[in-house]
């Protein structure tokens, strides 16, 4: 009997390259037709992600979530978690109010909420995207857990410096995941890394594979001799062991072997 295959595909660059194919939704249902799953392991939250399964008329046997901190099944039921503690995640919220930050917001299992942005930044699409909802403390603390937090500076070098200190002002406390211009925020030992291993040990008997294109990437893609897209960052295409210009070629790959 073949070994499952578990592909775990980052979202926006990777799976998404400004849009959804039609090719690669058809050839995850071939990999789905030969006893294979398909799912997604990225930074954005869970509602953030069922707006765009909307919007594309899709579906994901698995997601990894807020960079690693959480794991949905096909039924969207939680399998795995590491929140963040509370009281820290609202110290940094407090924190960048009056630094103050570009951007602030936060994660729970169900919603996403942008709490703080700049009143300077009202029209920028990098800080204050289509569909970003804004939602009142205490309608966030209903919700749970917090689960990531997301951040911005003004422009990228704000966004770089912000992510130097915080590194250090939260040390042990707090990780911080910087991604071209935006910081992901999760509890110290969360990453996309492993999230991934998270997954390979709820299915010991499967074959775990992941694909990427951004310097967030770079770890899982090292620890599971991952792959990546052209249009990638050069550091990750170097890491990965192939380098495709879509996922359904990486599907196709995988179906060959």
């Not at 980052?10 to 090719?23: A, P």
């Not at 569909?131 to 911005?152: H, K, N, T």
């Amino acid at each position: 009997m073949n070994q499952t295959i578990y592909l775990a595909s980052d979202y926006d660059g990777t799976f998404k390259q400004g849009s959804i194919r039609d090719e690669d939704k058809e050839a995850i249902q071939r990999f789905r037709s030969r006893g294979n799953r398909f799912g997604l392991v990225t930074g954005r939250s869970l509602s953030m992600l069922e707006q765009e399964f909307a919007r594309y008329d899709m579906h994901m046997d698995f997601i990894i979530a807020c960079t690693g901190a959480v794991i949905f099944d096909q039924d969207l039921n939680v399998i795995f978690k590491k929140p963040m503690d509370t009281a820290t995640a609202w110290e940094l919220e407090a924190e960048m109010e009056r630094r103050p930050a570009g951007l602030c917001g936060m994660a729970t299992l169900h919603k996403h909420s942008r709490l703080y942005l700049h009143p300077s930044l009202a029209a920028s699409r990098d800080h204050n995207p289509e569909g970003l909802p804004q939602y009142p403390r205490e309608a966030v603390e209903q919700d749970g857990d917090i689960i990531s937090m997301f951040l911005r500076g003004f422009d990228a070098k704000d966004s770089q410096a912000l992510y130097d200190y915080l590194t250090e002002a939260y040390r042990d406390r707090l990780d911080f995941h910087y991604n071209g211009g935006a910081i992901d925020v999760t509890a110290p030992g969360v990453s996309k890394t492993e999230g991934v291993r998270a997954l390979a040990r709820l299915h010991p008997d499967s074959r775990v594979c992941v694909i990427g294109d951004e310097m967030n990437d770079l770890d899982m893609i090292r620890a599971f001799q991952g792959f990546s897209v052209t249009t990638g960052n050069e550091a990750v295409k170097q890491a990965a062991s192939r380098v495709f210009d879509h996922v359904s070629d990486c599907i196709g790959y995988l179906l060959q072997e």
